[in-house]
């Protein structure tokens, strides 16, 4: 028995942590159905974005399981090559969008860390406590910490482990939007269903640019974004989209 419960809405995989006793760290079991489960969406064609949530409004996740880490070593919620929960260091191809229900450390703060959206509820909490238990974020929280947190609150997160609020992460650019905890995954499904009625390739393709642009020169991200240019002009989805608004009518999209 997993502490991870799927639900389908619509196009929308939702991917919720449920052990709210243990405030929803991951020991090794559900770690890997994640993994399973994220891999799993990533290859459903009905899908086109996931969700990942926790159950309850104390815990979104509190890293992987410290009593399981006591008997048998730390380390187990790591898959090789994707990372904590098969999340952290994985290449998706499709959104990952957090609902950050309460608190998220250490791994569960480094999870969020690699989603593409945020949605937090206001009481939310959010860092890197592991300095306080000898360790520190290393599958990938202070990686993107230094990627998108100035240095001085970055370093003072990772060297003293104090948790944030919600809204500090806001101003930061590191959460999207900050909501009442009761609106929470209403909120997520309604942003996540409607980015897709637009195109799920331009989707991809814009977020694959993105992630590609940072860190280079701005001559080196025209250059990616124009070696895409002609086919994403001549592609389907830019005809629909072209000819959808020249008709005054919605646009249909293909799913590929």
């Known amino acids: 028995m997993t502490g991870l419960v799927t639900e389908t809405h619509g196009k929308v995989r939702v991917l919720r942590i449920d052990r709210p006793k243990a405030s929803n760290s991951l020991d090794a079991a559900t770690s890997a159905a994640l993994d399973a489960a994220v891999t799993e969406a990533e290859a459903d064609d009905a899908i086109g974005a996931m969700v990942i949530t926790g159950t309850g409004d104390r815990a979104f996740c509190a890293g992987m399981d410290l009593k399981e880490a006591a008997e048998h070593g730390a380390g187990h919620g790591l898959i090789p090559g994707r990372g904590f929960g098969g999340i952290t260091e994985r290449k998706r191809d499709k959104p990952l969008i957090a609902a950050i229900n309460g608190t998220a450390v250490a791994g569960g703060f480094e999870i969020m860390m690699a989603c593409d959206m945020v949605f937090a509820a206001e ?10 238990r000898g360790l520190f974020a290393f599958a990938g929280g202070i990686q993107r910490l230094a990627q998108q947190v100035p240095r001085a609150t970055a370093l003072a997160m990772i060297m003293t482990g104090e948790l944030f609020p919600a809204r500090r992460l806001y101003d930061l650019g590191v959460v999207t939007e900050v909501v009442p ?5 209403e909120r997520t499904l309604a942003v996540t269903g409607g980015m897709l009625e637009n195109s799920w390739q331009a989707i991809r393709n814009g977020r694959e640019l993105y992630d590609l642009s940072t860190g280079v020169s701005i001559e080196q991200a025209l250059a990616l974004g124009n070696a895409w240019g002609k086919a994403t002009l001549d592609s389907a989805d830019s005809r629909e989209g072209v000819t959808a608004y020249a008709e005054k009518r919605g646009a249909s999209f293909g799913k590929d």
């Open 123 to 132: 009481h939310a909490l959010m860092g890197v406590s592991e300095v306080k």
């Open 181 to 185: 905890g009761d609106e929470l995954m």
